[in-house]
């Protein structure tokens, strides 16, 4: 058996630890998988030198590889007398495996990494965790590469809290240090309150999967009463004409003509908003994807170190529903060949010219004006996050980060280059596309906007403060008036004074409105431009002062 393990050290290639394929000998005598070395040397192209991974002796130029025929028969006589399984063992660590930090020999591949010794151990080595009393209350995973990442840089320490002040996972002592004061949680109560976020937005993109199906369902049911009716239209019409052939052929084919052309108008029409949902669809299925694999993630730190990184599910640009009758596509046409028939020498002589054939339109365009009641503006809620670190320091963030109230002190905010160092402004989480809607509930002075993401920062010029510049539009709501800045032109605006504002975004059509919402919504003022970026929403808070965005109901 030493003899046949011997051989198989000999006949491995060192690149990919596994036996040589194809082997090639190079000039320092160590040999490699033909593909295993020219993958190495490619990788050194760019240097002009090339170099053995074993020796580290360099060659100049490359060297030609050629078959070692000796290990090319040696490898053969392997697999005929059954050693190769042994050669192959699976249980050895591959590059891309993770391998077991106990091993002190040739690394065997890790089936667990353990979250409280942040270490990954293989089949033998994870057993005193089966076996040992106090190893049994730590979390085992799936093998992770990543464990370093839950070990504080500063401390050394594990991370097992959480900063919702500067979200972030933190270790114990931080707790004493830089995050003394923040509102933190335990790594597992936050990732548990995110999972429950999680499953909700899951639940939403569910819901609109099931929506944009049935949708689809109704446009393909009407793709087929255009065609029926339309054949149905030509097989009477052609029957008609056949009566009066002498008179009426040439007319038979021009009605015919107009028949066929407004049925591929109609059905082309169709489809376009068909194929514009089924990729929604396709889009929205995805999203659900990485949420369900997001969801699953047992490491909370990773679970919270990727979770930000997920994008927001976009608005629809088209409405929740489909508007589809049973619709009377050609008949019109029927009836008035029928009617002709009856005029023939009349119409052909006289009124012919003045005479057209009148095809209905179909009814499937989606509605794209704008809601006309409350409840239909609440069909485009948004829920808005603000983002802390964008944050001057004088704001404080509460309510799951849906609040934000000014103070007369300096938080303890991480630099960030996202954050704010002059206007007490924040920017939201999401960015907004589509159609949104998002009402908010305020005390005091404070600005409602909407800014593109390179909005500057750093300063105290118009160029950072919403509504002075090109990048934002603000409404000031001040005691008993209303001023709306853009590009730094301020205009003052006479409305009904409410403590509730809702904002009305339909970005595609480059509308902007806000609303004073009580018992009943009133326009404050409407913004018609065009939207370049995706917006983030938008809040500066005087003195004394707070806004919170709030649930519409």
Same mark, same amino acid.
């Given at each position: 058996?030493?003899?046949?393990?011997?051989? *198989?050290?000999?006949?491995?290639?060192?690149?990919?630890?596994?036996?040589?394929?194809?082997?090639?000998?190079?000039?320092?005598?160590?040999?490699?998988?033909?593909?295993?070395?020219?993958?190495?040397?490619?990788?050194?192209?760019?240097?002009?030198?090339?170099?053995?991974?074993?020796?580290?002796?360099?060659?100049?130029?490359?060297?030609?590889?050629?078959?070692?025929?000796?290990?090319?028969?040696?490898?053969?006589?392997?697999?005929?007398?059954?050693?190769?399984?042994?050669?192959?063992?699976?249980?050895?660590?591959?590059?891309?495996?993770?391998?077991?930090?106990?091993?002190?020999?040739?690394?065997?591949?890790?089936?667990?990494?353990?979250?409280?010794?942040?270490?990954?151990?293989?089949?033998?080595?994870?057993?005193?965790?089966?076996?040992?009393?106090?190893?049994?209350?730590?979390?085992?995973?799936?093998?992770?590469?990543?464990?370093?990442?839950?070990?504080?840089?500063?401390?050394?320490?594990?991370?097992?809290?959480?900063?919702?002040?500067?979200?972030?996972?933190?270790?114990?002592?931080?707790?004493?240090?830089?995050?003394?004061?923040?509102?933190?949680?335990?790594?597992?109560?936050?990732?548990?309150?995110?999972?429950?976020?999680?499953?909700?937005?899951?639940?939403?993109?569910?819901?609109?999967?099931?929506?944009?199906?049935?949708?689809?369902?109704?446009?393909?049911?009407?793709?087929?009463?255009?065609?029926?009716?339309?054949?149905?239209?030509?097989?009477?019409?052609?029957?008609?004409?056949?009566?009066?052939?002498?008179?009426?052929?040439?007319?038979?084919?021009?009605?015919?003509?107009?028949?066929?052309?407004?049925?591929?108008?109609?059905?082309?029409?169709?489809?376009?908003?068909?194929?514009?949902?089924?990729?929604?669809?396709?889009?929205?299925?995805?999203?659900?994807?990485?949420?369900?694999?997001?969801?699953?993630?047992?490491?909370?730190?990773?679970?919270?170190?990727?979770?930000?990184?997920?994008?927001?599910?976009?608005?629809?640009?088209?409405?929740?529903?489909?508007?589809?009758?049973?619709?009377?596509?050609?008949?019109?046409?029927?009836?008035?060949?029928?009617?002709?028939?009856?005029?023939?020498?009349?119409?052909?002589?006289?009124?012919?010219?003045?005479?057209?054939?009148?095809?209905?339109?179909?009814?499937?365009?989606?509605?794209?004006?704008?809601?006309?009641?409350?409840?239909?503006?609440?069909?485009?809620?948004?829920?808005?996050?603000?983002?802390?670190?964008?944050?001057?320091?004088?704001?404080?963030?509460?309510?799951?980060?849906?609040?934000?109230?000014?103070?007369?002190?300096?938080?303890?905010?991480?630099?960030?280059?996202?954050?704010?160092? *002059?206007?007490?402004?924040?920017?939201?989480?999401?960015?907004?596309?589509?159609?949104?809607?998002?009402?908010?509930?305020?005390?005091?002075?404070?600005?409602?906007?909407?800014?593109?993401?390179?909005?500057?920062?750093?300063?105290?010029?118009?160029?950072?403060?919403?509504?002075?510049?090109?990048?934002?539009?603000?409404?000031?709501?001040?005691?008993?008036?209303?001023?709306?800045?853009?590009?730094?032109?301020?205009?003052?605006?006479?409305?009904?004074?409410?403590?509730?504002?809702?904002?009305?975004?339909?970005?595609?059509?480059?509308?902007?409105?806000?609303?004073?919402?009580?018992?009943?919504?009133?326009?404050?003022?409407?913004?018609?431009?065009?939207?370049?970026?995706?917006?983030?929403?938008?809040?500066?808070?005087?003195?004394?002062?707070?806004?919170?965005?709030?649930?519409?109901?």
């Amino acid at each position: 058996m030493e003899e046949n393990q011997l051989d *198989h050290e000999t006949l491995s290639c060192s690149i990919c630890l596994d036996v040589l394929k194809n082997p090639v000998t190079i000039p320092c005598g160590h040999s490699y998988c033909m593909n295993c070395i020219k993958s190495h040397w490619e990788r050194e192209d760019q240097k002009g030198i090339y170099s053995c991974p074993q020796c580290r002796e360099t060659f100049t130029p490359r060297p030609v590889l050629k078959k070692n025929t000796v290990f090319a028969a040696l490898v053969e006589q392997l697999k005929k007398t059954g050693l190769q399984a042994a050669a192959t063992d699976h249980r050895y660590a591959g590059p891309e495996d993770v391998t077991c930090d106990v091993c002190t020999e040739r690394k065997l591949k890790a089936i667990k990494s353990c979250l409280f010794c942040l270490a990954s151990y293989c089949e033998k080595h994870l057993q005193p965790h089966y076996d040992v009393a106090p190893l049994k209350k730590h979390k085992l995973v799936e093998p992770s590469k990543n464990l370093q990442e839950n070990i504080c840089s500063k401390h050394n320490e594990v991370k097992k809290m959480f900063c919702r002040t500067d979200q972030k996972c933190i270790c114990s002592l931080c707790l004493m240090d830089e995050h003394k004061g923040h509102d933190t949680v335990s790594a597992a109560a936050e990732r548990a309150e995110r999972q429950r976020e999680l499953e909700v937005k899951q639940k939403k993109i569910q819901q609109r999967i099931q929506d944009r199906e049935k949708d689809v369902k109704l446009l393909q049911q009407e793709v087929e009463a255009i065609n029926h009716s339309a054949d149905k239209t030509v097989e009477d019409s052609e029957k008609i004409f056949t009566e009066l052939i002498r008179l009426l052929q040439k007319r038979s084919s021009d009605v015919k003509q107009q028949i066929r052309s407004q049925q591929e108008t109609e059905v082309s029409r169709v489809k376009d908003v068909q194929e514009k949902l089924e990729q929604e669809i396709t889009e929205l299925k995805r999203k659900d994807a990485e949420l369900e694999q997001l969801s699953h993630t047992e490491d909370h730190s990773q679970f919270l170190l990727n979770y930000p990184s997920l994008p927001a599910p976009s608005e629809s640009t088209h409405s929740s529903s489909i508007k589809v009758r049973r619709l009377r596509h050609f008949e019109d046409v029927t009836a008035a060949v029928s009617e002709l028939r009856e005029e023939l020498q009349d119409v052909l002589r006289e009124t012919w010219k003045q005479s057209s054939l009148t095809l209905t339109e179909v009814d499937v365009l989606l509605s794209e004006t704008e809601p006309v009641s409350r409840d239909g503006y609440l069909k485009y809620s948004c829920q808005i996050t603000l983002d802390p670190n964008t944050a001057h320091k004088w704001l404080v963030l509460s309510r799951e980060n849906r609040k934000v109230t000014r103070k007369a002190q300096h938080q303890s905010y991480s630099s960030h280059p996202d954050r704010f160092t *002059h206007w007490r402004q924040v920017l939201s989480r999401e960015s907004l596309t589509g159609r949104c809607y998002w009402e908010v509930e305020k005390k005091g002075r404070v600005y409602v906007a909407v800014a593109y993401k390179n909005i500057s920062r750093a300063g105290s010029g118009n160029e950072c403060l919403f509504g002075g510049n090109e990048e934002s539009w603000a409404l000031d709501c001040h005691q008993n008036r209303y001023k709306f800045g853009h590009n730094n032109i301020w205009t003052s605006i006479s409305g009904p004074v409410s403590s509730r504002v809702g904002v009305y975004l339909d970005h595609r059509a480059g509308t902007l409105s806000f609303y004073s919402v009580s018992e009943s919504m009133t326009l404050i003022h409407r913004v018609q431009t065009t939207f370049t970026q995706p917006l983030l929403a938008g809040i500066w808070v005087g003195f004394a002062c707070h806004v919170e965005f709030c649930e519409p109901k």
